[in-house]
């Protein structure tokens, strides 16, 4: 029985040491590991103009049925992604339009052309 006992520890203390091994290899890639998030460089578009400006230009694209976000037809994703890429201020030193303001502005719009 301590033999068995003896054995077992040693096939344990070799697993150990296995686990250990890759645990060391994993190690070293991840400190040389370039992430994603680090390779990609989020590019805005700053447009100077109305809110109404902003509209008048993209109103064809959201009236039209010629794109999807995530497989859906949704005005609120479509913004969503729009304001990761867009950020409209007013004037040059003005705040940028936040998102609310855009979704609320948008489906106003749509509300009020519904049929053109």
């Known amino acids: 029985m301590a033999q068995d006992l003896k054995n077992e520890c040693v096939q344990l203390e070799k697993g150990l040491h296995e686990v250990v091994k890759q645990c060391n290899n994993l190690n070293r890639l991840l400190?040389?590991?370039?992430?994603?998030?680090?390779?990609?460089v989020e590019e805005t578009i700053l447009f100077n103009g109305s809110l109404d400006e902003f509209l008048e230009?993209?109103?064809?694209?959201?009236?039209?049925?010629?794109?999807?976000?995530?497989?859906?037809?949704?005005v609120k994703p479509f913004l969503r992604s729009l304001d990761s890429i867009f950020h409209i201020r007013h004037g040059?030193?003005?705040?940028?339009?936040?998102?609310?303001?855009?979704?609320?502005?948008?489906?106003?719009?749509?509300?009020v052309h519904r049929d053109d």
């Open 92 to 111: 040059n030193e003005g705040e940028v339009l936040a998102l609310g303001t855009l979704v609320n502005a948008v489906l106003d719009y749509l509300s």
């Open 31 to 40: 400190e040389h590991a370039v992430w994603e998030e680090d390779m990609v």
């Open 57 to 74: 230009l993209i109103a064809p694209l959201i009236r039209s049925r010629k794109w999807t976000v995530n497989d859906r037809h949704e």
